[in-house]
C-alpha cells in the first residue's frame, strides 16, 4: 500500500532536490544560470510531474490526473515553442468536454448492488449509496465539485479499494463501523482525515487519495437515534 504513496511522493521530492542542486551550483559558482529564466521555462514540468504522482497513487481515478498531465505537457511544449498553445483559448473547449464527461460518467454505476462504483463531480455535487454484500472498488473524482459515498448498508468479501482524486473539492466517505479502513495518499497544499478506528481481522477497505488544494474524509456517519420507550406507569 506504500508503495505508490511513496513513489509519488519521490517523483515530487525529486523536483525540489533538482532545484537546491542547481541554488547550490549556482551560488558557488560552478555554472552560470538565471534561475528566474530557467523556472520560467521549466515550471510546467512541475505540473506534469503532479500529474504522473497523482495517476500513480490513484491509477483508477485516472480522468484527473490524465487531464494534469496533458495540460503540463502542453504548456511545457508551448514553453519550448514546440506548438503555440493558449491556455485561455482552450479553457471554455476543455471545461464543455469536462461537464461533458461528467455527465456521462455520472450515468453509470447508480445501481445500489453494483460491485463497483464510479462517481465524478466538476462543478456540482455527485452522491452515491450502495447496499450490495460484495463491493470491491470505486473510483471517486471532485473536481470544483463535491462527492459523498455512502456505504454504511454495503458490505466486503475480504478486502476492496476506493481510489480518490479532488482539485478544489471535497469527498465524503461514510463506511460501516465493522470495516479496517486504511486511508493513504498524496497531499498536494490539501489533505484528508480518517476518523474510523482499525478493526483487526475485519474487511479491508483501502482508501488511497489525492488532494490538490482539496479535502477528503472518511468517517462512520451519525448513527440514527433509538427512540426512548418510557416506562409504563405501575398501578
Known amino acids: 500500500m506504500n508503495g505508490p504513496r511513496s513513489l509519488g511522493q519521490a517523483l515530487l521530492g525529486v523536483v525540489v532536490v533538482l532545484v537546491g542542486i542547481v541554488l547550490l551550483l549556482e551560488r558557488t559558482g560552478a555554472v552560470e544560470v538565471d534561475l528566474g529564466d530557467l523556472l520560467s521555462m521549466l515550471w510546467p514540468l512541475v505540473v506534469v510531474l503532479v500529474g504522473v504522482a497523482a495517476l500513480v497513487v490513484v491509477p483508477r481515478a485516472w480522468f484527473g490526473p490524465a487531464a494534469i498531465t496533458a495540460l503540463g505537457v502542453a504548456l511545457l511544449l508551448s514553453r519550448f515553442h514546440v506548438v503555440q498553445v493558449g491556455v485561455g483559448d482552450y479553457l471554455w473547449p476543455v471545461a464543455v468536454i469536462l461537464v461533458g464527461v461528467g455527465i456521462t460518467f455520472g450515468a453509470t454505476a447508480r445501481d445500489e448492488q453494483a460491485d463497483h462504483v464510479t462517481a465524478f463531480a466538476f462543478w456540482w455535487g455527485a452522491e452515491r449509496r450502495?447496499?450490495?454484500?460484495?463491493?470491491?472498488?470505486?473510483?471517486?473524482?471532485?473536481?470544483?465539485?463535491?462527492?459523498?459515498l455512502d456505504l454504511r448498508q454495503a458490505d466486503i468479501e475480504g478486502s476492496a479499494r476506493i481510489d480518490v482524486f479532488t482539485f478544489w473539492g471535497g469527498v465524503d466517505i461514510k463506511v460501516p463501523r465493522t470495516w479496517d479502513v486504511r486511508v493513504t495518499g498524496l497531499?498536494?497544499?490539501?489533505?484528508?482525515?480518517?476518523?474510523?478506528?482499525?478493526?483487526?481481522?475485519?474487511?479491508?477497505?483501502?482508501?488511497?487519495?489525492?488532494t490538490v488544494m482539496a479535502g477528503a474524509e472518511v468517517r462512520y456517519g451519525k448513527e440514527k437515534a433509538v427512540p426512548m420507550v418510557e416506562d409504563a406507569p405501575v398501578v
Not at 130 to 148: D, Q
Not at 187 to 210: A, C, F, K, M
Open 130 to 148: 450502495l447496499t450490495t454484500r460484495t463491493f470491491r472498488s470505486a473510483s471517486l473524482t471532485a473536481i470544483m465539485g463535491g462527492v459523498e
Open 187 to 210: 497531499p498536494l497544499l490539501g489533505g484528508w482525515e480518517d476518523r474510523t478506528q482499525p478493526v483487526p481481522g475485519g474487511p479491508v477497505l483501502e482508501v488511497r487519495v489525492v
